[in-house]
């Protein structure tokens, strides 16, 4: 068998299976064409590939004296366990980004070498389930609008140029009582039209203003308060990654002190985080956006 008639078959049973459980989207991660393939009202989104797949790493182990058939397996169920998680994130972005927000999804990941068929239920996604927790707070357009803003920094940063960035969110008048402009409030003075994240012709000046020191202030009905901002924050016992710098010490101990959601994206690598009671509860890579086919 070719690999053409492989990859066939495995898009038409990933496509069977779609159509059987009444899926909400099959999300491909590889290069598994489903051009020709029947998979009735069931969405395809191509994903973007794991960076590099663990079958990549895997070596010969007889030399070391090591059981090969029980070394494989090991590898391939950490391979397995890869690309649940890979798929977890990619649905969760796609959540974010208004794709499929509940239900079944059915996965296609390649990989050199294999390729797996998973079936995930959204509702269970622990991604989702802490975007959800943080909505309890914060209303859940507005913390939308925020990682949707975050997800672009992440990705395209400024001017071609890689920048980090804050937002707290929720709880602002506490949030305004414990922090102090570092630099004039560009906000100041400005209307509330001009000032809601939920209206997107408002987005590009958020994203120019995340180039400033500081962090933006924005309420739980998504009026930005400030930008510039410096959280006078008591960073010690925050239990956080080692390496991360005071942007995020302070987002934590900001949602510690307050009930305020704090979202930072990182200057190196973009990776977007979310912190709620000092707790980092989401953490984001790789936030390339899928690609929807039919």
Sequence with gaps: MDDMERARIIAEAAAHISQ??????????????????????????????????????????????????????????????????????????????????????????????????????????????????????VRPEVMNAVLKIAFDIALTGREGKKIGAAFIVGDSEEVLKRSHQIILNPYAGHEEIHRNILDRKNWESIKEFAQLDGVFVIDETGI????????????????????????????????????????????SGGVLRVYKDAKETICMESLQPASRYL
Excluded: W
């Design 20 to 137: 059987e459980l009444g899926a909400a989207a099959i999300m491909v991660s590889g290069d598994l064409s489903f051009e020709g393939i029947e998979t009735g009202e069931v969405p395809v989104y191509y994903i973007s590939m794991r960076p590099k797949s663990i079958i990549d790493h895997l070596v010969a182990t007889s030399k070391d004296g090591k059981n090969p058939a029980k070394e494989l397996s090991d590898q391939l169920n950490r391979e397995a366990s890869g690309n649940v998680d890979h798929l977890q994130h990619a649905t969760a972005i796609e959540y974010v980004l208004e794709g499929p927000r509940s239900g079944i999804v059915v996965g296609v990941v390649e990989t050199r070498g294999s390729s797996s068929i998973i079936v995930h239920n959204l509702d269970e996604n622990p991604l989702i389930k802490a975007m959800k927790e943080c909505e309890e707070r």
């Design 224 to 267: 930005i308060h400030a930008a510039g901002r410096y959280l006078d924050v008591d960073g010690k016992n925050i239990d956080i990654e080692k390496g991360l710098g005071g942007r995020h010490v302070s987002a934590a101990a900001i949602s510690r002190d307050t009930v305020a959601i704090s979202i930072t994206v990182s200057e």
